[in-house]
C-alpha cells in the first residue's frame, strides 16, 4: 500500500470515528434527564412559560431524539453548531472560536513542557540507569502520573502563588494591559506579531501554572517510554559495531542512541495529546482559564446540547488530527507500517 | 543541507522558544515590579486617601446571562455587575437602612419623585432632567417606555413580564413588531408625531406625558408598584443606542449582541473592555449625572455615588483558593470567599473584613416539603419533620452559627408583614416530634422519603444530612440525592415551574428539596413577593411544597386588589397561622453571611465600607463597586 492510500484510509477511518463520538454524545447528552428548558432559562421558564414554549420549539426540544439529530445534521452539514444555551445563545461557532484558541495556548506550553522534561529526564534515567538517579526519577514520575490534573494544578496554587506569590492565582492575563487585535487568533502570537511584549509576558506568566500541571501528569509516560526504548536500543548490534569502531560513548549514546529511541515518541505523541486537550478541562477549570473545557463543563452542567457537541467535535477533531499525523509520521519513517 | 544541518534545527527552535519564554517572563516580573506600586498606591497628601487606582474584585462566577440587560426578563444576569454602576432604576432602596437595621425603604434615583392616585392605581414618575447615558442619548421618559414595552415584547406577551408581577392589563396594548419598527424609524430621543400618539395613549397601561413624565396605570391597587422597579427589568438601558444597534430581537432570540457590548446606562461606570468568562474592566463615567452631588445627599442615597476609583476590575474566578490566594496577596481587596476558606477569612479579623446581613433580611435558606405525595402530604408527618429538625446545630454546623431564625413566608426585611401573630419557630422536640408521628399514622419503615439538593451548593448537602440524622431519630429513613442542575426542576423539583405545573409532577417530586440552589433571595423587594411565590396558587414558579391554601390565597389576593394595608395584614395573620400549622417548609433561617457558608470579604488595611445589591443578593454578591469607601479617604 503507499502512502497516500495509507492516508486515505486513515483519513477514512477518523471521519467515522467522528461520526460515532457525534452520535454517541448526542444520545447521551439528550438522555440527561429533566427539562432541559429549565437548565437553560431558569425560574425564567416558570416566570414565562410562553417564553420557555418558544424555545423549546425553536430549538425542536418537543421532538423526538431522532428528529432533534436530523436537524442538528441538517445544521451542521451548512456549518452552523448551532446556538449554545449555557453562553446565553451565542453560535456555538463563535464561542469556540473565543476559546480554543486559550485552550491551544495552554496545550502547546503543556506539550512543549511534558516533551522536554519527559526526554531530558528519560535520558539521564537510561545513561544512569539502575542508580540512585534513576529511582529518584522513577519516582518523581510515578508520582506525577499518579495525580490528577485538577489535584496537581490545586497543589501548584496553593504553594507557587498562595505561600511564594509567584504566579497569578488564574485568568489568561493582565486585565490592565491592553489586548492583542485579531491577527491569527492566538492571542499570545498575536501578540508577538504586534510587539505588544507586556501583553506577551504576561500571557506567558498565566499559562505557567495551568500547563505545568498538565506536563507533570504527563511527562513520566515520555520518560519512561524513552528509557525503556534507550535501554533496549543500548543492546542492539548495531550499537555493538559502533562501540566496536571505537565511537566514543557520548557520540553511541546521543547520535546512535537517542534518535533512535525517540521513534516510540512519535507514536505516543497522539497520545499525550490526547491527555493534554482532555487535561486542559480540569486545568482551565481550576485556573479560571478561558479556554474550551471551562466552555465544555458549563455547558455539561447548563444542559447545553450545542455546546457540549460544539466541544466534543473540536476535541475529537484534535485528537484524531494528532492521531492521524502520528500515523502517517509513523507510516513515513517506518514503511513496515504502511504495507502491513 | 547537510545532516548535521537538519538535525540541528529542532534543537535550534526549542532553544529560540526557551529565550522567549525566559524573556517573557523576565519582562512580566520587571512590569510587575514598576507597576505594583501603581495599582496600590497611596496620596500622600494631607487630604490622604488610601483608595487604590485600580480596585480588584474576585466573584464567584460570570454573570449567567453576560451582561446584556435584556436577560433582566429572565431574572438574570446574575450576579448582574451592572446593577448601579453602570445601569440605575428610576427608584431604589436606602442601602444604608436595608444593610444596617434590614429596613426597606424606597428612594428616588433616576424619578426625582412621583405620585399615585387615590385609587391606588395610577402611578406618575417625574424624570430627573438633564440626565445622559453615558454615549450621550438623552435619558427620558420615551425611553423608559421603549425599554419597558421591548421587555413586554421580548417575554412572549407575558402578563407578568415586571419582575413576575400580573400588575398590568396588557391586553389594552397593541405594542409589536410595526410598534419596534416606527421606534427604530423615529428614534426616542426627538420621537415623530406618528410614534408620540402611540405613546402618549392613556389606554395602553404605560404612557408617557412628556420627556420627563412616565405614567403606570395598574389593573387593580398595588401599594408597592415602585419597589417592583428597584431591580432586574428596572434598570433603565439606552433603548435608542438598542434600536440602532440590531434592536430587541424576538422572544425566543433576544439580541445576543449586547452579551458581551452591554448597552450604556446611566450610573457611574462605563464598560471599558470584557473578557468572556474572565473579567469586566469598568472605569468611572466621565458624564456622570450624579458626579457633583453632595456628601449629604450621598449618604441620603448612598447608591448614587458616583464612585472613589478610577478603574475596577471584576474577575470571575470558580476556584475558591484562586479567590482566597489573590485576596491575601493583594491582588484584588475584594472577594467572595466560600465554605472552603471560609474558617481562614475569620481567623484573621485583622486582616480581613467581611460583609454581614442584618438578622432581618430578604435572604434566607429553607427546605419544602412536598404537600401533595405521600407520606409529606399528610400534616401531622411534616409538623413531626418541623420538630425533629435542630435548626440550632444547622447554624453552627453549617452556617457558621450565622443564621438568624426566621418564620416564613414573609422576608424578615419586611418587618410590617413578617411574622404576623409573632409565631415562634418550631421548637426541637423530639418527643413532640414522635407525638406528631403516631397521630400521622404512616408506616415510617415502609415510607423512606427523597430529599434532593442542587450540587453546586455544598452546605446544601451538608445541612440536608444533618437532618437527615435528625429524621433517623425519630425513625424516618431520608435518602439525600444530590442532584446536577440539569435536574434541578421538574419532575424531581417542583419549584422551577407553575404551582399547577408542578401539581401535575407532584409524585415524582422529592418528598422534600432545598429552597432553590443555594440561598434564596427576592427579584422585587415587596412584602407581596414571598407571598406570591412561595404559597400562592397561581404562582409561576418557587412554590418548592406545591403548597396552596383558600385562607392563604386570601392574603396573596388582597396584596392586589386593596389599599387598605390593615385589612391585607389581618388577612395575612390569618394565613400566617394557617401555614405555620400545616408546614410546608422549614425555614433553616435567614442568612447572614452572604453565600450561606462564607460572604464578600476585603482587606481591611484598604476597605472600609461597601454596600450590596438592593434585593439582598437576589441580583449579585458581589459589591455595588460605587459604594466601595477605602481607608483614609474622605
Known sequence: MNLAKYIIRRAIFATFVLLSVMTITFVLSHGLGGDPIYSWLGKAAGLHPELAEAYAAKYHLRDPVYVQYYYYLVGLSQGNLGYSPSRNFLPVAQVIGQTLPFTLQIGFFAILMTLIIGILLGVIAARYNHTPIDVAIRAVYMAGYGSPPFFVGLVLLIVLTFQFGLLPSGGAFDPNLVQPSWITGIPMIDSLLEGNFQYFASALVHVILPSTALAICFFGVVTRVLRSSMLEIMHANYIRTARAKGLDEGTIFFKHGLRHALMPIVSLSSLIVTWIITGTIFVENIFSYPGMGRYLVQALNGQDYPGILGTTIVYVLVIVSSTLVADVLYAVVDPQVRLG | ?634
Not at chain 2, 400562592?536 to 385562607?551: F, L, Q
Not at chain 2, 386588589?561 to 417548609?585: E, G, H, R, V
Open chain 2, 1 to 634: 543541507m547537510s545532516t548535521a544541518s537538519k538535525s540541528k534545527k529542532p534543537l535550534a527552535a526549542i532553544v529560540v522558544i526557551i529565550i522567549i519564554v525566559v524573556a517573557g517572563v523576565g519582562v512580566y516580573f520587571m512590569t510587575q515590579q514598576s507597576s505594583a506600586p501603581v495599582s496600590m498606591s497611596t496620596t500622600s497628601s494631607a487630604a490622604a486617601s488610601q483608595a487604590p487606582s485600580v480596585l480588584t474584585i474576585d466573584d464567584v462566577a460570570w454573570p449567567s446571562g453576560d451582561l446584556n440587560q435584556l436577560n433582566s426578563l429572565l431574572a438574570i444576569p446574575y450576579p448582574d455587575w451592572l446593577t448601579y454602576t453602570v445601569y440605575q432604576s428610576l427608584v431604589t432602596v436606602n442601602g444604608s437602612a436595608l444593610y444596617t437595621t434590614g429596613d426597606v425603604q424606597i428612594l428616588p434615583m433616576l424619578a426625582e419623585n412621583w405620585t399615585v392616585s387615590s385609587d391606588g392605581m395610577t402611578y406618575t414618575f417625574n424624570l430627573r432632567p438633564n440626565v445622559s447615558f453615558s454615549n450621550g442619548d438623552p435619558f427620558n421618559a420615551y425611553q423608559v417606555w421603549g425599554q419597558m414595552y421591548g421587555l413586554y415584547y421580548l417575554s412572549g406577551n407575558n402578563e407578568a413580564w415586571l419582575n413576575a408581577y400580573a400588575v398590568f392589563d396588557m391586553t389594552t396594548s397593541t405594542f409589536d413588531n410595526s410598534t419596534i419598527a416606527l421606534m427604530t424609524q423615529s428614534g426616542l430621543i426627538n420621537p415623530s408625531s406618528a410614534l408620540m400618539s402611540v405613546m402618549t395613549n392613556s389606554s395602553w397601561p404605560i404612557y408617557v406625558t412628556g420627556p420627563n413624565q412616565i405614567v403606570f396605570h395598574l389593573k387593580s391597587p398595588f401599594n408597592w408598584f415602585p419597589h417592583t422597579l428597584v431591580a432586574f427589568v428596572g434598570l433603565i438601558f439606552d433603548t435608542q443606542y438598542l434600536l440602532q444597534n440590531g434592536g430587541f430581537g424576538t422572544p425566543s432570540a433576544f439580541n445576543t449582541y449586547f452579551n458581551l457590548n452591554p448597552m450604556p446606562g446611566t450610573g457611574p461606570y462605563v464598560v471599558a473592555q470584557v473578557s468572556n468568562q474572565a473579567y469586566v474592566k469598568f472605569t468611572k463615567n466621565p458624564t456622570y449625572w450624579g458626579a457633583n452631588l453632595t456628601p449629604d445627599e450621598i449618604q441620603a442615597n448612598p447608591y448614587l455615588d458616583p464612585g472613589h476609583v478610577q478603574t475596577v476590575i471584576v474577575n470571575a474566578k470558580s476556584d475558591d483558593v484562586a479567590r482566597y490566594t489573590d485576596l491575601s496577596s493583594g491582588q484584588a481587596q475584594i472577594a467572595g470567599i466560600q465554605t472552603q476558606n471560609w474558617p481562614n477569612v475569620i481567623a484573621n479579623p485583622d486582616k480581613f473584613g467581611w460583609v454581614t446581613m442584618p438578622d432581618a433580611s430578604m435572604c434566607f435558606v429553607g427546605i419544602a416539603i412536598n404537600t401533595q405525595r405521600y407520606p409529606t402530604n399528610n400534616t401531622d408527618f411534616r409538623q413531626a419533620i418541623e420538630h425533629a429538625v435542630n435548626l440550632t446545630d444547622i447554624s453552627q454546623r453549617v452556617f457558621f452559627g450565622q443564621l438568624a431564625p426566621m418564620m416564613g413566608p414573609e422576608y424578615p426585611a419586611q418587618k410590617e408583614f413578617y411574622d404576623l401573630g409573632n409565631l415562634p419557630q418550631y421548637s426541637y422536640n423530639l418527643t413532640l416530634a414522635k407525638q406528631y408521628l403516631t397521630m400521622s399514622g404512616v408506616d415510617v419503615s415502609k415510607n423512606p422519603l427523597t430529599f434532593y439538593v442542587w450540587e453546586g451548593c455544598g452546605y446544601c448537602k451538608s445541612a440536608a444530612e444533618i437532618v437527615q440524622a435528625d429524621l433517623a431519630q425519630i425513625g424516618i429513613t431520608v435518602s439525600v440525592q444530590v442532584l446536577p442542575s440539569s435536574e434541578f426542576g421538574p419532575p424531581l423539583v417542583g419549584g422551577a415551574t407553575s404551582y399547577l405545573g408542578a401539581l401535575k409532577v407532584a409524585q415524582q417530586v422529592g418528598h422534600m428539596t432545598w429552597f432553590g440552589s443555594a440561598t434564596f433571595a427576592p427579584g422585587a423587594p415587596t412584602p407581596a413577593d414571598a407571598w406570591f411565590l412561595f404559597v400562592n396558587k397561581y404562582t409561576p414558579a418557587n412554590d418548592y411544597a406545591i403548597y396552596a391554601n383558600p385562607i392563604v390565597q386570601k392574603c396573596i389576593d388582597a396584596f392586589t386588589s386593596t389599599t387598605d394595608t390593615s385589612a391585607i395584614k389581618q388577612l395575612c395573620t390569618a394565613a400566617q397561622l394557617q401555614i405555620y400549622n400545616d408546614a410546608p417548609y422549614i425555614w433553616l433561617g435567614a442568612v447572614k453571611l452572604v453565600f450561606g457558608g462564607g460572604s464578600v470579604a476585603y482587606q481591611k488595611s484598604v476597605i472600609s465600607g461597601m454596600l450590596l445589591d438592593p434585593v439582598d443578593t437576589g441580583i449579585s454578591e458581589t459589591a455595588i463597586f460605587n459604594t466601595v469607601t477605602f481607608v483614609g479617604s474622605s
